[in-house]
């Protein structure tokens, strides 16, 4: 498999896996003429993509799914939960490829299997999503306020994970932001914190987990990519555990193209 961050942080979202038989797209949180951008950057032909796979109605994963539905027509999946939170942003798309699916359940697509795992989000129905493929695993767990046991087995089972890393507890505390929000961020239906997943790499390595880490969805108020990274290394370094391949994703810009 070859992964690739595409985009990733609470302004807008968007992943590709390959396998040998497709192309899919984790959300499409930016404009799609902007998406078509960031691929093409990496020599990805928009045109190639076979599905593209939603994990929640907000707006930083949904912006262009519903262009992208109607100029490429290829099929997206989303709970039903998702479908009906994004139905007004997305406008009219075409039926036949709107595809529902239960999160909780895994899919199989010709060389691939994918699994979408239920998040703790304050949004319908949320999912994140594992794929394997070739005796490969990759997981993209972001948009939840707490890992389960199920997200927490997925993270440490698999090569390669972007894992949420969006705020740094003092910087959202001390922030502008209105108290009910900063509550609703630091709830267990918001956004794990910098803290949060440096404690879930470092139990994923104690459990024998090798895999390469990615650190998505940064705030843009709340965080830096210097402090997101230092803080998660100390946490994994203090524990004894490894911190190579810890990567972070970027904003509006791809990352390297992962061979896993
Ligand atoms: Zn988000
Ligand atoms: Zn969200």
Redesign the pocket.
């Known amino acids: 498999m070859r992964f690739c961050s595409i985009t990733s942080g609470s302004s807008g979202n968007c992943h590709l896996i390959e396998t040998g038989q497709h192309r899919l797209l984790i959300d499409i949180g930016l404009s799609a003429k902007q998406i078509e951008k960031l691929l093409n950057d990496r020599e990805i032909d928009p045109a190639s993509i076979t599905a593209v796979f939603v994990t929640?109605e907000?707006t930083?994963?949904t912006k262009g799914v519903g262009v992208w539905m109607r100029r490429y027509r290829v099929p997206v999946m989303a709970t039903a939960g998702t479908w009906k939170g994004m139905e007004r942003t997305i406008g009219q798309v075409p039926g036949e490829l709107r595809v529902e699916i239960r999160a909780g359940k895994g899919y199989r697509m010709s060389d691939l299997r994918i699994e979408a795992v239920p998040t703790c989000?304050d949004?319908n129905d949320?999912c994140g999503y594992v794929v394997e493929s070739g005796g490969s695993k990759v997981a993209v767990i972001t948009?939840t306020g707490m890992l389960t046991p199920l997200m927490q087995r997925h993270l440490c089972e698999s090569d390669l994970a972007v894992l949420e890393c969006n705020h740094d507890i003092d910087m959202l505390m001390q922030g502008p932001y209105p108290m009910a929000l900063k509550k609703r961020i630091r709830s267990n239906m918001g956004h794990l914190s910098n803290e949060d997943c440096g404690y879930s790499i470092t139990e994923a390595r104690q459990r024998g987990s090798k895999g390469i880490f990615l650190l998505g969805h940064l705030s843009q108020e709340n965080n830096t990519p210097q402090l997101a990274m230092d803080t998660v290394k100390q946490i994994v370094d203090g524990s004894g555990q490894s911190i190579a391949s810890i990567h972070l994703t970027k904003r509006e810009q791809a990352t390297e193209m992962f061979t896993i």
Do not use: E, S, V
């Open positions: 929640h907000h930083d994963h989000h949004a949320p948009d």
